[in-house]
């Protein structure tokens, strides 16, 4: 129970975080939304920075958290503190060369990467000029990020988490700041991400000096630890990664405007910022702070502990991602057309939007849950398995696009990003349970099930509120409504969840 506690409260110190990140990351994307709707800058931005955001994704939820914690956390407790210091500076020098040559390599072959990853835009020569400018500008950011995630594993390896938690929050405000002094146009946002990138490295640097850490830069290249990061990292980005891959994937398709209409690729990225709302205030939050105890539970003889808070980590993850999901799709159009609708963010927009956010709503909970599965597959040094499984399931992504993108255009691609993520779910589910022998599914099934109804309940109250509001009024109404209908949820669900005995 007290190990459950600390997670808990290092789970609320990173979620609070989060929480202000999101929420600057809300006024940064209404910012962007109404100054460029969803046409040409926006479209140019996204695709943009898709690459530095996606690696961002990587390194920060993957390798950070996936492939340097666990090995950090076990050289702490085995090894000196000098020890420890002097493999985080082998680390150092050699992500600095591999990312400075990725860089580099970005930079030069910008104009091929745009034509990989955003196909439809060669038939309009204007956006695509634009997109290859702005992806050379802010392709840097690869570097800045990539220091600052490493920062961010050494800090969480001790237990800190405040400040790489509190990093994201300096470039959003970056990006909003730079964006409303140029206006439209790629240089605020290319500025914005560039300083932005910047402080949150600054932030970290003077925490890793007081614990401890001093720079000793290109001295030496080679360790037995480093070494095993290098082993397990190619299969834990890919595994810890697999959303942002889908959602990458999405993009490919999104950029084809003759078959799913115009704008596309800026529409999945205003849905899937929100979706990822509750994904980083709790369920990222909650496998961060609980993989470090995954990774010193896994060293114990007996797993029993291990079970206990994989059990814990999955219960609480639906107790939340089940009501957000729900919430996300009856307020679909109300949450749109309350946050974004305005300036060149138009009907066509918001419409298209909410259509998304809807189906990319379907797997939400099964994302968040995947996560702590992951987690536990890491802390076991199984990096295959998850591995596997994620490709499975970007293949399965793929092809379901290329299916349901004809009848469905752009709710397609999020329905089948949602159909991969349950899929992914369950099959690590499964081979987890195998693998370690059960760790209470009754339990965790009774707790779904139960949280599954409080949340429907949930959703009839919302429908039944918003239906009855009208959302056409003033900015200040529609925020008004909106929140009437959100705490009209939030009380039933509590109410809801004291009927049907939810424990957690």
């Known amino acids: 129970m007290s190990t459950n506690k600390s997670i808990a409260k290092s789970a609320s110190i990173i979620g609070f975080a989060t929480l202000c990140s999101r929420l600057l990351g809300f006024i940064r994307d209404i910012v962007i939304a109404r100054l460029f709707g969803i046409y040409v800058y926006a479209q140019a931005f996204v695709i943009a920075f898709r690459i530095p955001n996606l690696f961002r994704d990587l390194v920060g939820e993957g390798a950070a958290n996936a492939a340097f914690v666990p090995v950090f956390s076990e050289y702490k407790v085995r090894h000196t503190d000098k020890e420890f210091w002097e493999l985080a500076n082998v680390v150092l020098n050699l992500l600095l060369v591999i990312v400075t040559a990725i860089t580099i390599l970005g930079i030069i072959f910008s104009p091929l990467i745009v034509r990989l990853i955003a196909p439809g835009f060669i038939s309009d020569p204007h956006k695509l000029e634009i997109t290859i400018r702005l992806n050379r ?31 994201p929050c300096l470039l959003n405000i970056s990006i909003i700041v730079f964006a409303l002094l140029f206006g439209e146009g790629i240089k605020g946002l290319a500025l914005g991400v560039l ?53 990458f994937v999405d993009s490919i398709f999104g950029s084809l405007a003759f078959i799913v209409g115009e704008g596309g690729v800026a529409v999945l990225y205003y849905a899937y910022r929100l979706i990822l709302f509750p994904l980083g205030i709790f369920s990222n939050a909650l496998s961060q702070a609980i993989l470090p105890t995954f990774s010193t539970q896994a060293l114990e003889d ?88 994620s490709f499975i399931a970007l293949i399965v992504n793929i092809v379901l696009n290329a299916i349901l993108m004809f009848p469905m255009k752009l709710s397609g691609l999020a329905l089948a ?3 991969s993520g349950i899929n992914t779910f369950l099959i690590l589910f499964f081979l987890l349970r195998k693998k370690i022998h059960g760790f ?48 009209s949820g939030l009380i039933s669900y509590i109410i809801f969840c004291f009927i049907l005995r939810v424990r957690e």
């Open 137 to 167: 500008i802010i392709f840097p950011y690869i570097l800045l990020i990539s220091l600052a995630a490493y920062a961010m594993g050494i800090l969480n390896s001790l237990r800190h988490f405040w400040a790489p938690a509190f990093a």
């Open 195 to 247: 300083v932005g990138g910047v402080l949150q490295l600054a932030i970290q640097i003077p925490v890793l000096y007081k614990k401890g850490f001093h720079l000793n830069l290109f001295r030496r290249f080679k360790h037995p630890a480093a070494k095993t990061i290098g082993n397990l990292m190619v299969p834990r980005l890919f595994s810890s990664s697999i959303y942002q891959l889908n959602n």
């Open 417 to 419: 990003t949602s159909i």
């Open 302 to 389: 007996n797993q029993s502990n291990l079970k206990t808070t994989l059990s814990f980590g999955l219960r609480a993850t639906f107790f939340v991602m089940l009501p957000a999901s729900v919430g996300f799709m009856v307020l679909a159009h109300p949450i749109i057309q309350t946050i974004f609708r305005g300036g060149k963010f138009d009907a066509y927009s918001a419409t298209q939007t909410a259509n998304v956010l809807i189906f990319y709503s379907i797997g939400l909970f099964a994302y968040g849950a995947t996560k702590i599965l992951q987690s536990c597959f890491f802390a076991l040094k199984d990096t295959k398995t998850p591995a596997k499984v």
């Open 440 to 487: 209470g599914i009754k339990a965790i099934i009774i707790s779904f099930t139960r949280i599954l109804l409080a949340s429907l309940g949930m959703g009839f109250v919302c429908w039944a509120v918003s239906k009855n509001i009208p959302f056409d009024g003033g900015s200040l109404a529609k925020l008004f409504n909106l929140s009437l209908s959100i705490a």
